[in-house]
Nanobody, 124 residues
Framework: QVQLVESGGGLVQAGGSLRLSCAAS????????MAWFRQAPGKEREFVAL????????GYADSVKGRFTLSRDNAKNIGYLQMNSLKPEDTAVYYC?????????????????WGQGTQVTVSS
């Protein structure tokens, strides 16, 4: 099992930036993909971004493409989600997740391990 701990959320004005971190521990050798999902009140959890842990390839939801960047530090087992040009519609709880499934996995149901979530609030 992999333990995930997110940090870096907060309140920011529209147009501002935040960087979320996801620290992984436990069976980190089993991670194939680390991803971020978000969930706003009354809405379903939605895919934001993913990174293939070994090769570093990334994928993004259309709604964040060009504004968010996902990277990782394999030595420290930390993933980073840099969020720029934030909009009020980005407001949600952001969750880090990991899976051992190969390939690009966009469906949250395929992820085995989850962090506790961190709140991101963007004011207009």
């Amino acid at each position: 099992q992999v333990q995930l701990v997110e940090s870096g959320g907060g309140l920011v004005q529209a147009g501002g930036s935040l960087r979320l971190s996801c620290a992984a521990s436990g069976r980190t050798s089993s991670i194939y993909t680390m991803a971020w999902f978000r969930q706003a009140p009354g809405k379903e959890r939605e895919f934001v971004a993913l990174i293939l842990w070994s090769g570093g390839s990334t994928g993004y939801a259309d709604s964040v493409k060009g504004r968010f960047t996902l990277s990782r530090d394999n030595a420290k087992n930390i993933g980073y989600l840099q969020m720029n040009s934030l909009k009020p519609e980005d407001t949600a709880v952001y969750y880090c997740a990991a899976t051992d499934r190969t390939g690009y996995t966009f469906n949250y149901r395929a992820y085995n391990d989850w962090g506790q979530g961190t709140q991101v609030t963007v004011s207009s």
